[in-house]
């Protein structure tokens, strides 16, 4: 028989001409990992903040709590203080009104995003820079 090869070890099989590729006869693989997880992190011009796990399916009030123990606390390690403009998408849970609300309560200056569409990214290329220049009323 042929050898496969798997991560753990070599195993033989013996298979008939023609079959190799049948599923009885192919030993399943992960090629990437197979996993995934979720994370909230901040980040400006003066380095990263905090950088955070998020366990399970994220709810409004999940996101509200972890903007009201890492924002701030970002901002500060930063030494921003209070100078500083907030950026998020239109995800529902930065959305939400429990959310929204957090954010005025603190004080927050939030980048709103234009027709309630965030098309860019401070993450994506030239996403700052798109919006700069449609405020300067230049076309990008």
């Given at each position: 028989?042929?050898?496969?090869r798997?991560?753990c ?8 001409p ?9 030993i ?8 995934s997880?979720?994370?909230w ?17 994220m ?11 890492n ?15 907030f950026?998020?998408d239109?995800?529902?849970?930065h959305?939400?009104?429990i959310?929204k609300q ?31 220049q ?6 990008a």
């Open positions: 028989g042929k050898p496969l798997s991560l070890a070599m195993r033989h099989v013996w298979r008939k023609g079959t190799a590729h049948h599923e009885a006869n192919t399943p693989t992960v090629k990437h990992g197979g996993g997880i979720m994370l992190g901040c980040f400006s011009a003066a380095g990263t903040g905090r950088l955070v796990r998020i366990e399970g399916k709810n409004a009030a999940m996101y509200r709590d972890i903007l009201d123990k924002l701030l606390q970002s901002a500060l390690d930063l030494r921003l203080g209070r100078r500083f403009i950026q998020q239109n995800d529902p849970k959305t939400a009104k959310s957090w954010l005025q309560d603190h004080s927050v200056n939030v980048l709103e995003s234009e027709n309630g569409c965030a098309q860019t990214s401070p993450i994506q290329p030239d996403g700052a820079s798109e919006v700069l449609r405020r300067m009323g230049k076309t």
